[in-house]
C-alpha cells in the first residue's frame, strides 16, 4: 500500500487556515488546520469537519457524538476517553494516532486508512466499516462485536484481546496480521481470509466454537464420556 501522506501532500494544503475559538455542538469546520491544540471536555456533538487537518493535538474526554469527518487528515493526534458514537468518517487518513478508551459504537467508516495507530479499549460495537485499512496498527482489547466489515483488511497489524462476537465480514483480509489475537467470536471470521498458519494458530478457538474436544488418543475419558458415546452408538 501507499506511505501516508503528508500535509503538504493534501489537495487541501494550500487552502487551510489555523483553527481559532472553541469547538461547538453542530460546528461547521471547513479547511481548518488544528495544530498542536488541547482540548479538554469539548462538546462537539454533530459537528462538521470537511477537509480539515489535524497534527499533534490531543482531545481528552468530552463528546462528539453524530459529528462527521470528511476527508480529513490527523497526524499524530491522542484522543483519551471521549464519546465519538454514531459518528460518519469518509476518507479519512489518521497516522501514528493513539485512541484510548474511546466509545465509538454505531460509527460509519467508508475509505478510512490507519497508518501506525494504537488502539487501547475502543469501543467498536455495532460500526460499518467499508475499505478501511489497519496498516501496522495495534488494536488490544478493542471491540468489534456485532460490527459489519467489508473490505477491511489489516496488514502489519497486531490484534491483541479483539472481540468479534457477531460480527459479520465480507472480504476482510487477515493474511498479512501480525497477530491474530481474537479472544471472542472466532466463528465470525467467516467471511474473512487467513492463511495456514493462522488456521493452526486459532484452532483451539475455532474448536471451543464448534463445540469440538480435542483429546489424544488413548487418553482416558472422563468420567460419564463413555456412557454417552454407548447411548448414542
Not at 463528546?63 to 483519551?80: H, K, Q, T, Y
Not at 494516532?97 to 488502539?119: D, N, P, Q, S, Y
Not at 489475537?181 to 495456514?196: C, H, K, M, Q, S
Not at 493462522?198 to 483429546?215: C, D, M, N, W, Y
Request: one cysteine or more; glycine letters at 14%.
Amino acid at each position: 500500500m501507499s506511505a501516508p501522506r503528508q500535509l503538504d501532500d493534501l489537495p487541501y494544503a494550500s487552502h487551510l487556515r489555523p483553527f481559532e475559538g472553541t469547538l461547538t455542538v453542530e460546528g461547521d469546520y471547513d479547511t481548518v488546520h488544528f495544530d498542536g491544540g488541547e482540548f479538554e471536555g469539548a462538546e462537539a456533538g454533530q459537528a462538521r469537519f470537511l477537509e480539515s487537518a489535524f497534527s499533534a493535538v490531543s482531545f481528552t474526554g468530552g463528546r462528539f457524538s453524530g459529528a462527521r469527518f470528511n476527508d480529513v487528515w490527523l497526524d499524530g493526534v491522542r484522543w483519551v476517553g471521549s464519546d465519538l458514537a454514531d459518528g460518519d468518517w469518509l476518507d479519512g487518513e489518521l497516522i501514528g494516532c493513539v485512541l484510548a478508551g474511546l466509545e465509538m459504537f454505531g460509527t460509519v467508516m467508508h475509505r478510512v486508512t490507519f497508518h501506525r495507530c494504537k488502539f487501547e479499549s475502543v469501543n467498536l460495537r455495532g460500526t460499518e466499516l467499508r475499505e478501511v485499512t489497519f496498516a501496522d496498527c495495534l488494536l488490544r482489547d478493542t471491540d468489534l462485536g456485532g460490527a459489519k466489515l467489508t473490505d477491511v483488511s489489516f496488514p502489519g497489524s497486531t490484534l491483541d484481546g479483539v472481540r468479534c462476537g457477531d460480527a459479520r465480514m465480507t472480504r476482510v483480509d487477515l493474511r498479512d496480521a501480525a497477530r491474530l489475537g481474537i479472544t471472542e467470536g472466532v466463528d465470525a471470521l467467516r467471511g474473512a481470509t487467513i492463511t495456514g498458519g493462522q488456521l493452526l494458530e486459532l484452532a483451539p478457538r475455532f474448536a471451543q466454537a464448534l463445540g469440538v474436544t480435542v483429546q489424544d488418543s488413548g487418553t482416558a475419558l472422563r468420567p460419564g464420556t463413555a456412557k454417552r458415546r454407548r447411548r448414542g452408538a
